[in-house]
């Protein structure tokens, strides 16, 4: 599903990445994990297309997504690709079924459509009754499902969370790491996650360790 060969990026001359081989499958849950300043960030905008690499290669789903022009690539990360932030990046002004439907709508999916799977998504996350909230109406956990569901909303192969429980109480960083893997379960779906939190770290499928540039 995910493969990166001989992955290099630098800022200056302070080199960040300096050769990361990685294959994650279909369906793996992967944590990122080390210590600040290693590359894990770096390497997951990498991997999700937010970041250009100086040299190496990336291969999402068998398409090479630094190959495609920038309109293309827009359309494949629009398809393909799912992002969580650790603070969700949710629009002020829109509610949270307007957050979950703007990537579909980007798609050219009709609102009609758009709003039907958005409702099962709110459904999904025992969020029904918060759709017409604004984010400043939600508590920490319920803006990061929101999060979640707009992640989700176009079906992408691959979703990639960067300290997705970052910003959460325990209680509510416990509820979402379990959502990970009952979405995985129920939908196959690929995620790579840079955490710093231990215990979702020991839950997932695989630890990357990276350290000084390299997956050790």
């Known amino acids: 599903m995910l493969i990166s060969k001989s992955l290099h990026k630098s800022y200056g001359k302070l080199q960040i990445l300096k050769g990361i081989d990685l294959e994650i499958k279909q369906g793996e849950v992967v944590s990122i994990v080390g210590p600040s300043g290693a590359g894990k960030t770096t390497l997951l905008q990498i991997l999700g297309t937010l970041e250009n690499l100086d040299s190496g290669e990336v291969m999402i789903d068998g398409v090479n997504p630094f190959s495609l022009s920038k309109n293309q690539l827009s359309e494949f990360r629009n398809q393909s690709i799912g992002f969580i932030f650790q603070f969700h990046q949710l629009l002020p002004e829109f509610t949270a079924e307007e957050n979950i439907i703007l990537p579909a709508l980007i798609k050219g999916v009709s609102q009609k459509d758009a709003k039907a799977e958005a409702k099962r998504l709110l459904d999904m996350l025992g969020l029904a009754n918060r759709a017409l909230h604004k984010p400043n109406e939600l508590s920490g956990g319920e803006q990061q499902r929101i999060a979640v569901a707009r992640s989700l909303i176009n079906k992408p192969k691959v979703i990639f ?20 893997f009952d979405l995985r379960d129920e939908f196959n779906q690929t995620f790579v996650i840079v955490t710093h939190n231990d215990k979702l770290a020991k839950m997932t499928d695989r630890q990357l360790v990276i350290d000084d540039g390299f997956i050790i």
Request: charged share 25%; proline share 5%; aromatic share 4%.
């Open 161 to 180: 969370a960067d300290e997705p429980s970052g910003n959460l109480d325990s209680a509510n960083s416990e509820e979402l790491h379990q959502l990970f």
